[in-house]
């Protein structure tokens, strides 16, 4: 039985994860393929077009990730299950940065960093965390720990998805009750994965509805987290929303293009903070432990779970 890692930036490092936990599993990398009918699994992140369709015997296709957006990207991709990755520690690590990031505009540090680089002690006010309302676009697997998370912390949770939802201590929303969810959000946290429907909604319309009134007068502004996809985004209209002072701030950890170019003013910006798409990284162990337990389940025939809807795109 072999398994071929494909289409990302570590995968000797996967590779030899998977090598090392299993016992029968034969693990190649990607370009080094061999004999194509020998493959009968793909440990995939963004593939090269074209290429798992060639592989005559390949039965399912495991996300490196737990977003597929990547994997769609190939327009033949084989119509065999594909399960993305849901993993405690991934989950772990993405509530560790959703926390950190509201956390951090909610108690002003990137103006206490400023203040710090003058030299300037100066006392800024702000609001208890029952006063900010945090809303969460996406209360699957990510968002809803992370509002449980949040909500351990005193916020005022609210959450959006596409179907009705029932989250303990979270006002949900759905479908076309986005407006009111927005108009009820001084801290934006998208979670949602990048499909057709998704695609750019985070842009100028959106952000003017998030809730520029009723917030506490000492958190200065409406807050975004994006640590969905880029494809979400529409970065200049991010940036003019900043400018007119319709954001307070945003904490970006993914791009329009990826790695964020060099010109691009977010960089520079003193209410933005940038990470590398490093929010919740998949981290090699649990990914070739959850890469064996999906192999497993489908050699005994059993129903995969995680399966990826490709109507729906998630
Ligand atoms: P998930 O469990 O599939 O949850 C997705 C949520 O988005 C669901 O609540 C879903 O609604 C909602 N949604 C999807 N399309 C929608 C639409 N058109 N309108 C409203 N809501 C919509 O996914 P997850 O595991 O939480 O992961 C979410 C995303 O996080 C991934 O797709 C990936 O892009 C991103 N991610 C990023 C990193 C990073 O390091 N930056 C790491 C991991 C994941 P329903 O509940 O109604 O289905
Ligand atoms: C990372 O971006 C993921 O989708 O897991």
């Given at each position: 039985m072999t398994v071929l890692?494909?289409?990302?930036?570590?995968?000797?490092?996967?590779?030899?994860?998977l090598r090392a936990v299993s016992g029968d599993l034969e693990v190649r990398v990607s370009p080094n393929i061999g004999?194509?009918?020998?493959?009968?699994?793909?440990?995939?992140?963004?593939?090269?077009?074209?290429?798992?369709?060639?592989?005559p015997n390949l039965e399912l296709i495991v996300s490196v990730g737990a977003g597929v957006d990547h994997l769609f990207r190939d327009p033949e991709l084989p119509e065999v299950p594909v399960v993305r990755f849901v993993d405690a520690d991934l989950?772990?690590?993405?509530?560790?940065?959703?926390?950190?990031?509201?956390?951090?505009?909610?108690?002003?540090?990137?103006?206490?960093?400023?203040?710090?680089?003058?030299?300037?002690?100066?006392?800024?006010?702000?609001?208890?965390?029952?006063d900010v309302r945090v809303g969460i676009m996406g209360l699957g697997v990510l968002g809803g720990a992370a509002s449980q998370a949040l909500a351990k912390l005193g916020y005022r949770l609210r959450g959006w998805s596409r179907t009705e939802k029932r989250?303990?201590?979270?006002?949900?929303?759905?479908?076309?009750?986005?407006?009111?969810?927005?108009?009820?959000?001084?801290?934006?946290?998208?979670?949602?994965?990048l499909t057709s429907e998704t695609r750019g909604l985070i842009n100028r319309n959106l952000l003017a509805k998030l809730?520029?009134?009723?917030?506490?007068?000492?958190?200065p502004g409406p807050v975004l987290i994006n640590a969905g996809r880029g494809g979400l985004q529409v970065e200049s209209d991010i940036l003019a929303a900043l400018d007119i002072g319709?954001?307070?701030?945003?904490?970006?950890?993914?791009?329009?293009?990826e790695p964020l170019p060099e010109t691009s003013p977010l960089w520079r910006h003193p209410r933005?903070?940038?990470?590398?798409?490093?929010?919740?990284?998949?981290?090699p162990r649990a990914i070739?432990?959850?890469?064996?337990?999906?192999?497993?389940?489908?050699?005994?025939?059993?129903?995969?779970?995680?399966?990826?809807?490709?109507?729906?795109?998630?």
């Open positions: 890692v494909v289409g990302g930036l570590r995968e000797e490092h996967f590779a030899s994860t004999r194509k009918e020998d493959i009968r699994y793909a440990l995939a992140w963004e593939p090269p077009p074209g290429l798992l369709k060639t592989l989950t772990g690590r993405m509530v560790e940065f959703v926390v950190l990031n509201v956390l951090l505009h909610h108690r002003r540090m990137t103006e206490f960093r400023e203040q710090q680089s003058k030299v300037e002690w100066k006392y800024l006010p702000e609001p208890a965390s029952h989250v303990d201590g979270v006002d949900c929303y759905f479908g076309n009750q986005l407006d009111a969810f927005l108009a009820e959000t001084d801290v934006l946290v998208v979670l949602l994965p809730s520029q009134r009723g917030r506490d007068e000492r958190l319709q954001l307070y701030a945003a904490s970006l950890d993914v791009f329009e293009t933005v903070v940038i990470t590398p798409h490093c929010a919740a990284e998949s981290d070739a432990d959850y890469t064996i337990a999906q192999i497993e389940a489908l050699r005994r025939g059993e129903r995969l779970k995680h399966v990826v809807d490709r109507t729906r795109g998630y």
